[in-house]
């Protein structure tokens, strides 16, 4: 059974980087054709993608985030990580990592196989 869990700080201050780490179990991030996702629902709002790594190791990037985002992954871990530079209050969230097969993503949380249980981000001086 694959299992997703998020760690990483709960507060960050404006104009500093967040960071959080995705740590896999149960199943290989490198398995042909998973996608791994970092999707983030704003309080009051509904989710947003922020970007995936892919098992071969390409990224994608949401166009409204992608000068201020980065995922990277640590293969000997199983982990993969998100980093959002320069944030605001605006960016306070729960973050969640999720997976699933094939790239696409409709906007619903029914099309992946795979959810972390979120973890509460805020973003406050």
């Keep these: 059974q694959v299992q997703l869990q998020e760690s990483g700080p709960g507060l960050v ?5 967040l960071s959080l780490t995705c ?7 490198t398995k042909n054709y998973y996608y791994w996702s970092w999707i983030r629902q704003p309080p009051g709002k509904g989710l947003e ?6 098992y071969s190791g390409n990224t994608y990037y949401s166009p409204s985030l992608k000068s201020r985002t980065s995922i990277s992954r640590d293969t000997s871990k199983n982990q993969f990580t998100l980093q959002l530079s ?8 729960v973050y969640y990592c999720a997976g699933r097969a094939g790239a696409d993503w409709s906007g619903s949380r029914n099309d992946y196989e795979y959810w972390g249980q979120g973890t509460q981000v805020t973003v406050s001086s």
């Design 86 to 93: 320069s944030v605001t209050p605006e960016d306070t969230a």
């Design 13 to 17: 201050k404006p104009s500093q980087t």
């Design 23 to 29: 740590t896999v179990s149960g199943g290989s991030i």
């Design 49 to 54: 993608r922020i970007g995936y790594i892919a």
